[in-house]
């Protein structure tokens, strides 16, 4: 794993993800994938279902329009797809699917309550994004969130959600003094390629240590909730 370049108590801005970091959501970007699939004539069941539930499966963590585009080819099907994912996430969350990881709310607070700033981010669009706060009461818990589109329209593994976060909050001066912490290779990879002084990978949702590692991970952690203590020196 990289060597940190400064000391991780010096972390001003901390960028976590949502979807397996911050919120538990059950698997379903799978279910939103099949009503995506379908809404393209994928028949459940076929190889070609399965090929695209692994490609899915892998990229956890990509903005879902990338990931479409490549699944589908050209931009209209990909729009359809896209479009029918995001409704088909919006209403099992609106049917009450999701909840936070446990102790997730509480390490955001403490975080911020040590003088850190904290940014949510997402592979979703925007409106998927809001669904899954408004669901959940997080609305003005943290300053800033972000999905791709508020970066120019460029989601994980880019770096440009970290950097956005890190030019519109002036939370650090030095991209070193970022945290960036999520449960896919992508999320950490974008960390790494913002420069981030610490990224960690949590244990909770779609990839494990070896990802982590592979893509460049300063820390493992079981949940985003151990993220304080880390950064304090308690654990």
């Not at 949510?120 to 589109?149: I, K, N, S």
């Not at 329209?153 to 070193?176: I, N």
């Not at 960690?200 to 493992?220: L, N």
């Not at 909730?225 to 020196?233: R, S, W």
Request: aromatic share 6%; glycine share 12%.
């Amino acid at each position: 794993m990289r060597e940190l370049t400064n000391g991780i108590h010096d972390i001003r801005l901390v960028v976590l993800d949502m979807a397996g970091t911050t919120v538990a959501d059950g698997g379903l970007v799978e279910r939103a994938f099949a009503a995506a699939a379908a809404e393209l004539g994928v028949e459940p069941g076929s190889a070609d279902h399965a090929e695209k539930l692994d490609y899915v499966r892998a990229t956890m963590g990509e903005s879902k329009i990338s990931v479409f585009r490549h699944l589908f080819g050209d931009e209209s099907r990909a729009q359809r797809a896209n479009t029918a994912f995001e409704k088909a996430y919006g209403d099992l969350v609106d049917a009450g699917l999701i909840a936070p990881v446990p102790g997730a709310r509480e390490a955001i607070e403490e975080l911020m309550g040590s003088g850190r700033t904290v940014v949510l981010t997402t592979g979703f669009a925007r409106v998927t994004q809001d669904a899954v706060l408004a669901a959940l009461g997080w609305q003005d818990l943290v300053p800033l969130t972000l999905c791709p589109a508020d970066a120019g329209g460029r989601g994980r593994p880019f770096p440009d959600m970290v950097l956005e976060a890190f030019v519109r909050t002036k939370a650090a001066a030095d991209v070193r003094q970022v945290a960036v912490a999520g449960d896919t290779s992508y999320d950490v990879l974008s960390g790494v390629r913002a420069g981030a002084g610490l990224v960690a990978g949590v244990r909770t949702g779609a990839h494990g240590d070896t990802e982590f590692r592979a893509a460049g991970a300063t820390h493992v952690l079981d949940s985003v909730a151990a993220l304080p203590a880390l950064l304090t020196g308690a654990r």
